[in-house]
């Protein structure tokens, strides 16, 4: 005879702002089967645990409902204290009549009958609930950085350094990130090279780390624990073994007008090339979009003058794969670029340009060697205008957020324009000043005050071109909306942080959730903040929402005490909601028919065959069998299953046959 | 073949900017459409009603969308930029908000359907006249031109759907396909001053003289408008703007559908740019047979 106990919890007042819960736990205690129903204020605290505990013990329980929020947000939680009073935990389940029922209804009848019901369905499945254990498997201790930037290489680094192994994934042909693309940093005006390039080199050296670059995930299954990730290694059309990496072949290509990626445009590179000069590692690659011999068949100077001869033109893509225990998803971020701003000419302007091309003109690695010069004609700009918020804050861009880090910037711009060209005015039109990291409020102040930056607090409704300038037409809010127009010889436009290109496509491969801007979404905005929903994967830095470089690198090395965590043991405990094949005594073994449709339909690879052998040897009968390790229980081959042989445990066909029932037969 | 299309004109068509109207009609003539106009029609409310109150600035224009669906018609011209945007407005206002749509039926006994085509004066260039111009254009604009868009007729973007809120292009495309180099501007959808035309002429002086300056100073020889509004700020109020810059401007401002009417040859009566406070003095010059009827030719031969 079941002996269910039901415990309604009132959420505070999510739950019985709405739903009249001391109603659902008086109609809960006349179910069939249910030897004791209460309702309080907070279950899952303390003295709400105890409730728990203490009615298992003391009426004997045989099953427990407790009827609160999403099993996602604390089904663990109450398993755990059944399982403390000595209840098999799978004996437990959860009614969702939070997230199900009172936050979408309105306060009435209806709600809490409603919540009634949902609980009636619970009531009927956990009578029919079986004690399970959970499974172990083993973990491959390997992680999967993707991701070459500053946080994939602190990630990379924490992880190695802990002793673990990590393959490290990164597209472009070095690592780095956009951080080695900047000039110095707030708030403390170092180089930015001068503090990554060592780190590069750590990756590169590390004995743990296996670098890929020029290479992107292919596609990956498996689950925590045991991934399996198929990385395409791009043909670099070299065999990087012989390269010695002299580039000779870098200063022979003919085709030297190719719009630098990493100069943001603004300088060009050769069709064999490395990205810069401290690439990791420094060995070139051929675009082959852009190279004579791929166009047009003829050219090959590169492999003439190699005095390796390491040049491979007929080079293809190549694949490995790897079991990983872990991703650790650090894939960066972009910035809008100059085109998406009609008011602000299309793109069209030359000297409209964005702040990672500012900060190319600024670095002394850069098209200019440092010294700020307008693209258009290399004058030394005397006036140049620094627009905050293009786009960030933004709705009518589809924008609303704060992109986070061009305040910050964008004051170090103007400031660095000032430190090179004294008699410069640099003005900066913003929205509000958000400098709230450590030491950022001083910083600006200093640009304020120091540099003599010439804050204005307004929106610039057009910049046009006339007569060689860009004349810039905004308003002063704080001069009672006075318009004010500037001709600027250079304009900068602190554009949005945006979802790297790329990212939608890649978390559809990796079933990782993103929101509506293509950032990669948080399982817990507070308190898991570098687990995504998808067990075993994480995320470092900017991929998630824009990030400056201090805040990315504690996000990177909290992603990878995730993961070392997670290495710390040896076999990873999983809960049992597997899918079994249906045995039964001889004659008749199983119902399964050996149609195998099961196999064909099994999107992890977990079924295969098993053969019923006699005590001689003989085959009786060939049926599925499942593999516990790979089975992921998403159900597919229970819909499929013809003979209905094919159960999931903790959702087999009585469970939900038994909670629709409960549904139709009020 | 007969083409017909509803036409609301407006009260400035029939007023200050009859000269647009007379373009207008020319141009349908020209190329066999019929302008039915919407019966009993009235005034669009302007920028008055929705200043005043919000209610009659949505049941002024449903009036006239009502009549123009009960006289069974699809699509509608509306020329006056203005006019267009008000009941391009209020038709989509009125089409997703039902209880709106609710009153406004039970003040103008009606029952709006929302589903008429609101066609501007380029819309309609684009649909019954761009790709039938070919032997009927008989003169060469071989004019440098500033294509003046105004606010109206590309704002708000996401309701009218119509070219791109910054910088638009549909008008300049219009003007190359007659000849015409249309010149590259940042002042396409600058504001002119609107309806200070009555109470502050001088802001208009201020406002339309930086347009004029700007167009003339890129070496445009003629403004092109699709905007009543817009014309008779920057021609009827050139004294305004010449004391607001401190300079002579005598460059004309042609309406769209009038340089149409241009190039195919129309006297000044029939495009009516008699009518225009800046002498529109444009010598267009003769366009040349097109070179595939000469090859045609020699092959008859």
Redesign the interface.
């Known amino acids: 005879m079941a002996r269910i106990g039901v415990f309604i919890c009132h959420c505070g007042e999510n739950i019985s702002a709405t739903v009249d819960c001391e109603k659902v736990a008086k109609v809960a205690s006349e179910f069939p089967g249910v030897a004791v129903s209460v309702d309080y204020k907070y279950m899952c605290s303390d003295p709400g645990q105890n409730l728990v505990k203490e009615a298992i013990i003391e009426h004997k329980l045989t099953g427990v409902v407790v009827s609160a929020c999403s099993p996602r947000m604390h089904e663990p939680t109450f398993r755990n204290a059944c399982a403390e009073a000595g209840l098999n935990p799978f004996l437990c389940e959860m009614a969702n009549i939070r997230e199900h029922c009172s936050w979408v209804h309105e306060k009435g009848d209806a709600t809490t009958q409603k919540a009634i019901d949902i609980v009636r369905t619970l009531v009927e499945k956990v009578k029919r609930n079986e004690a399970l254990a959970p499974i172990y498997v083993p973990i491959s201790k390997t992680a999967v950085v993707i991701g070459g930037g500053v946080a994939g290489i602190q990630a990379a680094l924490d992880i190695a350094d802990a002793g673990h192994k990590v393959v490290m994934v990164e597209r472009e042909p070095s690592i780095g990130g956009h951080m080695s693309q900047l000039s110095e940093t707030f708030p403390t005006l170092d180089c930015s090279q001068c503090i990554l390039t060592p780190r590069m080199v750590d990756v590169a050296r590390h004995p743990n780390i296996t670098l890929y670059t020029y290479a992107e995930i292919e596609s990956v299954d498996g689950s925590i624990g045991n991934f399996n990730v198929k990385i395409r290694l791009k043909s670099k059309s070299l065999d990087e073994k012989v390269c010695t990496g002299c580039g000779a072949c870098i200063q022979k290509c003919p085709v030297k007008k190719i719009p630098s990626e990493f100069e943001q445009g603004l300088g060009m590179r050769t069709a064999i090339y490395v990205p810069f000069p401290q690439a990791v590692p420094n060995k070139p690659v051929i675009d082959r979009k852009n190279c004579t011999y791929y166009i047009k068949g003829k050219c090959k100077v590169c492999e003439i003058v190699c005095p390796t001869k390491a040049i491979r033109f007929d080079q293809e893509d190549s694949f490995v794969e790897v079991q990983a225990g872990a991703l650790l998803l650090a894939t960066g971020f972009d910035v809008l670029k100059t085109s998406a701003f ?2 602000y ?2 793109g069209k302007y030359k000297d409209v340009i964005d702040g990672l091309q500012f900060e190319r003109l600024a670095s002394a690695s850069g098209p200019t060697k440092g010294e700020i010069r307008r693209p258009s004609d290399g004058q030394i700009p005397k006036k140049i205008v620094f627009i905050a918020c293009a786009g960030s804050r933004d709705p009518a861009k589809g924008r609303e957020y704060c992109s986070k880090i061009c305040c910050m910037y964008t004051a170090k711009h103007a400031m660095l324009y000032k430190h090179k060209v004294h008699e410069g005015t640099p003005y900066i039109f913003y929205m509000d000043i958000r400098a709230t990291g450590k030491m950022y409020e001083e910083f600006v102040r200093r640009a304020i005050e120091e540099d003599e930056v010439k804050y204005i607090r307004g929106r610039v409704s ?1 910049v ?3 007569n060689g300038k860009l ?1 810039v037409r905004g308003v002063d809010t704080l001069l009672m909306g006075q318009p004010v127009e500037i001709e600027a010889d250079m304009v900068v436009l602190a554009t949005a942080g945006i979802a790297n290109q790329g990212s939608e496509e890649l978390a559809q491969k990796l079933h990782v959730s993103y929101d509506k801007h293509k950032f990669f979404s948080e399982a817990h905005p507070k308190l898991k903040p570098v687990e995504t929903n998808t067990a075993g994967i994480f995320l470092a830095g900017a991929c998630q929402s824009t990030k400056d470089i201090p805040e990315t690198v504690a996000a990177a090395s909290g992603a990878a005490a995730k993961v070392v965590g997670l290495f710390s043991n040896d076999m990873l405990k999983r809960d049992p909601l597997i899918a079994i094949v249906k045995k039964s005594p001889p004659p008749v073994y199983s119902s399964c028919t050996g149609c195998f449709m099961c196999i064909q339909v099994c999107p992890y690879q977990a079924i295969d065959k098993e053969e019923i052998k006699d005590r001689n040897g003989n085959i009786i009968k060939t049926i599925s069998h499942i593999n516990p390790g790979l089975c992921q229980g998403c159900g597919t081959c229970v819909a499929f299953c013809k003979s209905k042989s094919i159960d999931i445990l903790g959702y087999n066909h009585d469970q939900v046959y038994a909670e629709v029932s409960a549904l139709l037969n009020e | 073949m007969q083409k017909k299309i509803g036409y609301y004109p407006g009260c400035s068509l029939e007023g200050s900017a009859r000269e647009y109207n007379e373009s207008v009609q020319t141009l349908a003539k020209a190329f066999d459409v019929t302008l039915e106009q919407v019966p009993d029609w009235n005034c669009c409310g302007a920028t008055a009603a929705h200043n005043l109150n919000k209610v009659l600035s949505f049941a002024l224009p449903a009036r006239i969308l009502a009549n123009a669906e009960k006289a069974g018609m699809e699509n509608i011209l509306v020329p006056c930029a203005a006019c267009y945007n008000r009941l391009s407005m209020v038709q989509h206002e009125l089409g997703k908000n039902e209880s709106l749509r609710n009153e406004v039926n039970a003040i103008i006994e009606a029952d709006l359907k929302c589903n008429l085509k609101i066609l501007n004066i380029i819309q309609f260039i684009q649909m019954f006249i761009s790709d039938f111009v070919g032997d009927k254009q008989q003169l060469l604009f071989n004019k440098k031109v500033a294509c003046y868009y105004g606010c109206l007729l590309v704002r708000p973007n996401d309701v009218l759907g119509f070219d ?4 638009p292009q549909m008008m300049d495309e219009v003007m190359k396909s007659l000849g015409a180099d249309t010149i590259d501007w ?1 002042f396409k959808t600058e504001c002119c001053g609107a309806g200070l035309s009555v109470s502050r002429t001088d802001i208009v002086g201020n406002l339309s003289g930086r347009i004029v300056k ?1 167009a003339a ?1 890129r070496g445009a020889e003629a403004i092109i408008v699709a905007c009543p509004m817009c014309h008779s700020n920057l021609d009827m109020r050139r004294p305004a703007i010449e004391k607001a810059i401190g300079e002579k401007i005598d460059i004309p401002v042609i309406y769209i559908s009038q340089a149409i009417d241009m190039a195919l040859g129309k006297t000044q009566k029939e495009t009516g740019i008699n009518r225009h406070f800046v002498p529109v003095n444009i010598e267009l010059k003769k366009k040349e047979a097109e070179p595939q009827v000469v090859i045609e030719k020699t092959e008859e031969k």
Do not use: L, T
Not at chain 2, 164 to 167: F, I, N, S
């Open positions: 009609p008011e000419g299309y057009q046009y071109e006339k004349i | 791109r809120a910054e910088d940042p700007e100073d």
